[in-house]
């Protein structure tokens, strides 16, 4: 049985001086692949192989299509259209819906790795923000991988490796400096036999549905292997945390449009009272003066809600490095 060479690493905020630290410590023969997603903008320059390269020992490269599956190389999947997906013994770059508002998708890797290579893979969730790599994670160890998980008070950003402490049965929880000394331990070591393998298809409707924050359509809530997720038809995918982060761009960008609307009707409705002022029609005039106050009020109610919302997103990093 083929020991534990399929490696998989998700990070997002704070991930490249984590990446730079693993790889730095793990040997030039290992005998294992390594992919990894990190969640950055789809414009990213694409510097990142040139970046990790200058610590690692292993080359690092971005993966292409339908390339074999060599032990000995990192691959970095490419900012941009497609997901970096494995099958076996082949790198897949499938275009397709983003999955917690990226693409590539820390889940869309974990997932396909747990389906081609069972209890061959590693999983590592880095530092990162939400709870993307959770999903992903749990479906690895339902196949019998293995998951190593950032201690979140050494990562950047902490949600992501709380998020799969929370969700997951963890192998290790290890700082930065500490994972790639375990990667080359359990390299060496040979799976359990004997895991039952459960169908990544296995959903369980739940629940009302909700509006797609891309598209639109409905979202079903189904349940994977105990954790929730949403998907629409499209293929959109969404776990928890990420669809009410979605939401509340949504509710911040209806209320900031509510605004405008509120603005201009006061300025409009001000500017009608000061032509019936002109005109002598009195009673005309304050009507339209008190719908400019009501409209301007209401602006102002928004205005307020918005502000106090922005403080308390500014306070939450720092409630979560206090622990408070």
Known sequence: M??????????????????????????????????????STEDSPGFLPEILNRKSKLPVLYSVHDAPVLPGR????????????LERGRVRLV?????NRHRPSVDALFRSAAVAYGSRVVGVVLTGNLDDG????????????????QDPSDAQAPSMPMSALENVDVDFTLAAPEIGAKL??????????????????????????????????????????????????????YSPESLHADMNVSVERALWTAIRVLEEHADFSARLAARFVRKERQSLADRFR?????????????????ERSAEEVLEEPEQEKTGT
């Not at 990192?74 to 997906?85: D, E, F, L, Q, T």
């Not at 909700?210 to 929730?228: A, F």
């Not at 008190?290 to 918005?306: F, G, H, P, Q, T």
């Open 95 to 99: 275009p397709g819906p983003r999955e």
């Open 184 to 237: 080359v331990e359990v390299v060496s070591e040979t799976p359990q036999p004997g895991v039952i393998e459960i169908p990544s298809q296995a959903f369980e409707a739940t629940g009302q549905p909700y509006s797609c924050p891309e598209c639109d359509g409905v979202l079903e809530e189904v349940e994977e292997g105990g954790m929730v997720r949403f998907r629409c038809r499209v293929g959109h995918v």
């Open 2 to 39: 083929a020991g534990r060479d399929i490696i998989v690493m998700g990070a997002s905020a704070g991930g490249i001086s984590a990446l730079q630290t693993i790889l730095s410590g793990l040997p030039w023969d290992l005998r294992a692949s390594i992919f990894i997603v990190l969640h």
């Open 134 to 149: 959770s999903l992903g994670l749990a479906e690895i160890k339902q196949r019998g991988g293995m998951a190593i998980v």
């Open 290 to 306: 008190e719908k400019s106050e009501v409209s301007m009020a209401d602006a102002s109610v928004l205005r307020n809600l918005l």
């Open 74 to 85: 990192v691959y970095i999947a490419r900012p941009g259209v497609s997901h970096m997906v």
